[in-house]
């Protein structure tokens, strides 16, 4: 019995997504949308554990959801509108449900529909995260580096004012597609970073999240081939998923980068992932945007053999371009280290008080302190750094074993 909650259960997480991309379609209403998925899988736990899982899930929710939505509108209508539209559907649960190619169209193309111009960057980030990819408040305010508050404000603001608007959730027209563009990398970028680097749980990387954005990423870049930055994009996430494999020890412990047994790596991703960006760079006539110079720092870790071969000035020289490029705490804190392993720590320390306080800033000036043999102040960059760290989340883990260092040598120091 509990196999088939768990099966209800895994086909929400994995294809929830899939299964509401495809009813905002048909409904053109995402709330109405949610509602209906959200019945349809209360159903699934009422049935499914008596008749068997059927043999194609998704479909069945799909279909069910649909009649949900249907029955959602019979409940509000006062015969009219509503009525005609209940009609419609009616009609629709008739086709048959779509392929597995139309569904993947239809999550892609309503990011682009969450990615209205008339909402700000940040604002079509967030609310595709949240609508589309099921992402919580507290990942979405990790991907962003803002706060969970913050960022549920955000997503009550957005919906207000698409409904105030009256915005449309359409499929957005061809011509409509590339001023939307560069809200959808950005959307599947951080999609891919909220699975690379989980702000919550305590597994170090989501595997299902990590391979929806790379899927993601393959159909935008087959929608737009002559498009340079989605092809950046696809890129960046090959290079990046290239080192996963060597990142968590056998105890599922977080292994650093110095660390990583570079045999690991998954050479084809990573020879990919180079021809992509070369082919990004040529159609952008060498004038490299956030993604592509990303790409390239990953690129230029990929190509040497071993940690001590990275030549980290030409990372330095990259990072230097991304910060003007496209400037963000993230890129600064990671120019930082990089200028840190070129040798001059002292620089590296001076830099790191111009970026804005993070758990992340203070474990990257620890780990400088400790350089200088100051592990007291070490130690005590550490306690801030855990202060903000889930205590279930791996990264905790690590950052305990490297304060327990520091404070052995400190205490052997006086």
């Not at 111009?354 to 800033?361: A, D, F, L, M």
């Amino acid at each position: 019995m509990n196999e088939r909650y768990d099966a209800v259960a895994e086909t929400i997480r994995i294809e929830g997504t899939r299964i509401l991309a495809t009813l905002i379609r048909t409904v053109g209403n995402v709330q109405l949308a949610e509602d209906a998925v959200q019945e349809a899988a209360l159903a699934a736990l009422g049935a499914w554990p008596v008749t068997g899982v059927p043999p194609e899930p998704r479909a069945w929710l799909t279909v069910t959801a649909r009649r949900k939505a249907i029955d959602i509108i019979r409940r509000e209508q006062s015969r009219g509108a509503k009525e005609r539209d209940g009609a419609d559907l009616i009609e629709l649960t008739k086709r048959e449900v779509e392929t597995e190619a139309v569904v993947q169209d239809d999550l892609l193309r309503l990011i682009f529909t969450c990615c209205h111009p008339s909402l700000s960057p940040p604002t079509r980030v967030a609310l595709a995260l949240r609508t589309l990819c099921g992402l919580s408040p507290a990942q979405i305010a990790g991907v962003l580096l803002t706060t969970e508050v913050a960022t549920t404000k955000r997503l009550v603001r957005a919906r207000q004012k698409i409904a105030a608007a009256r915005i449309p959730y359409r499929v957005p027209a061809e011509a409509e597609l590339p001023e939307r563009l560069p809200a959808v990398c950005a959307v599947i970028h951080s999609l891919y970073t909220a699975g690379h680097a989980p702000a919550e749980g305590e597994a170090a990387y989501d595997v299902d999240l990590c391979a929806e954005a790379i899927r993601l990423a393959e159909l935008l870049h087959s929608l737009l081939p002559d498009q340079p930055t989605p092809t950046a994009v696809l890129a960046l996430l090959l290079l990046t998923e290239a080192r996963r494999p060597a990142r968590v020890d056998d105890s599922g412990e977080v292994v650093t980068l110095d660390l990583q047994d570079r045999s690991l790596w998954d050479q084809d991703l990573i020879d990919r992932g180079v021809a992509l960006l070369n082919d990004s760079l040529e159609r952008s006539e060498r004038q490299a945007d956030a993604y592509q110079l990303q790409a390239a720092i990953a690129a230029e870790h990929a190509r040497v053999p071993s940690y001590t071969a990275t030549d980290w000035r030409e990372i330095v020289r990259l990072y230097d371009l991304l910060v003007e490029v496209s400037p963000s705490p993230a890129a600064e804190l990671a120019r930082v280290v990089a200028i840190a392993e070129t040798g001059d720590v002292d620089k590296a320390l001076k830099l790191l008080d111009e970026i804005p306080p993070s758990s992340r800033k203070h474990a990257v000036r620890a780990e400088l302190l400790a350089r200088t043999s100051r592990y007291a102040e070490a130690v005590a960059e550490l306690d801030q750094a855990l202060a903000g760290a889930p205590l279930d989340h791996p990264e905790r883990a690590h950052r305990e074993r490297r304060r327990a260092l520091f404070d052995a040598k400190s205490t052997m120091n006086t």
